[in-house]
């Protein structure tokens, strides 16, 4: 059977509010670099087709340019309306991964078992998953693009998804702390203390 060479996309949402954690967490360092460069450092570009990255602040804006993604700027919409903007700029792609600019300890490996695993279920969504449960970031298939586009409010991209037809597989991350985010300055301290088992290097 012939390969068919699928274009995936992948959106970095990174236009949070912090609110929890009182100021921007995506800025904050980790082990001396911004909690959203571990994410974007992450990423295995040579497997996507289209970067963008959805942000609220003039400084996570550069961050992303200086690692080469294009822009889209959501400073107060909620978590809907940035998803929406990320999924404008997909036209043309057969899936797309969404993953959050909060995220930092996720892997290289995990992102490309994600990818990889989507050859086959193409029309299929797939989520990186802990002992704790699914999880971010989250791979949709193009015929959800739609019902993405139609969120409302605080809705995630996993509302667009309808329990009972649409499939839903998940992909096990190497670690735990993978899916962990970082909401308040105490899980900062929480993900520092993972790095020593943490493989950065590709």
Same mark, same amino acid.
């Given at each position: 059977m012939e390969e068919v060479d699928l274009k995936i996309g992948c959106v970095v949402l990174a236009a949070g509010q912090?609110?929890?954690?009182?100021?921007?967490?995506?800025?904050?360092?980790?082990?001396?670099?911004?909690?959203?460069?571990?994410?974007?450092d992450m990423l295995p570009r040579e497997s996507l087709d289209r970067l963008v990255a959805v942000v609220g602040s003039p400084e996570a804006a550069q961050l992303c340019c200086d690692a080469g993604?294009?822009?889209?700027? +959501?400073?107060? @919409? *909620?978590? &809907?309306?940035?998803?929406?903007?990320?999924?404008?700029?997909?036209?043309?792609?057969?899936?797309?991964?969404?993953v959050m600019g909060d995220q930092p300890l996720c892997t290289t490996v995990?992102?490309?078992?994600?990818?990889?695993?989507?050859?086959?279920?193409?029309n299929d969504v797939l989520r990186l998953? +802990?002992?704790? @449960? *699914?999880? &971010?970031?989250?791979l949709f298939p193009q015929r959800l693009?739609?019902?993405?586009?139609?969120?409302a409010g605080e809705q995630s991209g996993m509302k667009a998804v309808k329990k009972g037809?649409?499939?839903?597989?998940?992909?096990?991350?190497?670690?735990?702390?993978?899916?962990?985010?970082?909401?308040?300055?105490?899980?900062?301290?929480?993900?520092?203390s993972c790095l020593e088992f943490m493989p950065f290097a590709d």
């Open positions: 912090s609110r929890r954690f009182g100021r921007n967490k995506l800025l904050e360092p980790l082990a001396q670099k911004p909690v959203l460069l571990h994410v974007l993604m294009s822009i889209r700027f +959501n400073k107060v @919409g *909620p978590l &809907s309306h940035t998803i929406r903007l990320g999924i404008q700029a997909m036209e043309g792609m057969d899936g797309c991964l969404f995990s992102i490309r078992r994600i990818l990889a695993a989507f050859g086959s279920v193409s998953s +802990n002992c704790s @449960g *699914p999880g &971010s970031p989250v693009f739609g019902a993405l586009a139609t969120l037809i649409d499939r839903v597989h998940l992909v096990q991350a190497d670690y735990e702390f993978e899916l962990w985010d970082a909401d308040t300055p105490e899980d900062i301290a929480k993900l520092e």
